[in-house]
């Protein structure tokens, strides 16, 4: 048994970190934390995944704080990028999010993090994927005109509008035009439609993700449901179709400024059960999630090309 990548736990998921306002949080963080797990990883050697930032609601609610704040962020994972590298071939890995307190959630604020990232520090840094992590993007897309309006006549709910800013105005019924103008200044707190779609993430991004994480959805909740019958017939993830879009991603061709294609991808169960599940049900659902998936993937190592040509195996 071999360790690939190291990856921090679920609770680093609800704190500030990274992005903590208070430099001395973020070199806590940094210096206790990230750079003694870089140290050990080189020594596997394997990468470095992590999620340990989040920025506040004052800072989402104001364009300059946000610029700020997504300013420090990138020089502060660019810090622990150079201190990985340096110490041999340790990538960092930051996974990608769903919701705008939570960089990055979008496919370009992704490429964004990857090119500064980067460049900024000399090393290629990557991004971890989630087959779950689509499912909140549609809760943030900028409404149209006409939905805009037929909210303000009162003739349907009030559609999602950003900032605090933007409903006040809505609140007030000002004019539609006022309140689109007060939307274009928050670009970060709104997804495009391509944001929710797992597949679209998967053949945009996919090469530059050396881990995803495994879990069965329906398109619209990060449940981390395993791959049983019952949730593959409701879900949206199916190997084959990862596996096409994954490959789709190496044949695009490469933006500028974005560090190399991952050689090797790693896939990774990701399932949760609940707390009042019994172990009796817990353990054969993950085996069934492991027949399911050999099914694609017979044996670890193969290329996505050698995987494609095959006929599913029974």
Not at 47 to 72: D, N, R
């Amino acid at each position: 048994m071999t360790a690939e990548n190291f990856y921090t736990g679920y609770t680093t998921y609800r704190t500030l970190g990274l992005a903590h306002p208070d430099a001395r949080v973020r070199a806590r963080v940094v210096n206790e934390w990230l750079k003694i797990m870089a140290r050990i990883a080189v020594q596997i050697p394997a990468g470095l995944g992590f999620y340990i930032h989040a920025f506040s609601e004052s800072v989402l609610q104001s364009p300059a704080a946000y610029g700020a704040a997504t300013e420090v962020l990138y020089d502060t994972l660019a810090e622990v990028a150079r201190f990985a590298g340096e110490q041999g071939p340790v990538p960092i890995i930051v996974e990608q999010m769903y919701a705008p307190h939570q960089t990055p959630w979008t496919i370009e604020g992704t490429f964004e993090y990857l090119r500064e990232v980067s460049s900024r520090s000399g090393y290629p840094a990557y991004v971890a994927m989630d087959t779950g992590h689509q499912t909140g993007q549609h809760h943030f897309l900028r409404p149209a005109r006409g939905a805009l309006e037929r909210g303000l006549a009162g003739q349907g709910p009030a559609p999602y509008l950003g900032p605090d800013s933007a409903y006040a105005l809505f609140e007030s019924g000002e004019a539609a035009g006022r309140i689109e103008a007060e939307m274009d200044r928050y670009p970060h707190l709104f997804a495009r439609p391509e944001d929710g779609d797992l597949y679209r993430w998967l053949e945009q991004l996919g090469c530059y993700a050396p881990i995803l994480h495994l879990q069965q959805s329906n398109g619209r909740s990060s449940s981390h449901l395993p791959f049983t019958p019952a949730y593959n017939e409701a879900g949206v993830v199916h190997p084959r179709k990862i596996l096409q879009a994954i490959a789709r991603s190496y044949q695009a061709q490469a933006r500028p400024g974005l560090p190399p294609r991952c050689s090797r991808l790693y896939l990774t169960f990701e399932i949760f059960p609940r707390t009042a599940d019994r172990p009796r049900d817990i353990l054969p659902a993950l085996a069934e999630s492991v027949r399911y998936w050999r099914r694609w993937i017979p044996e670890d190592g193969l290329s996505l090309s050698a995987l494609l040509s095959m006929e599913e195996c029974e």
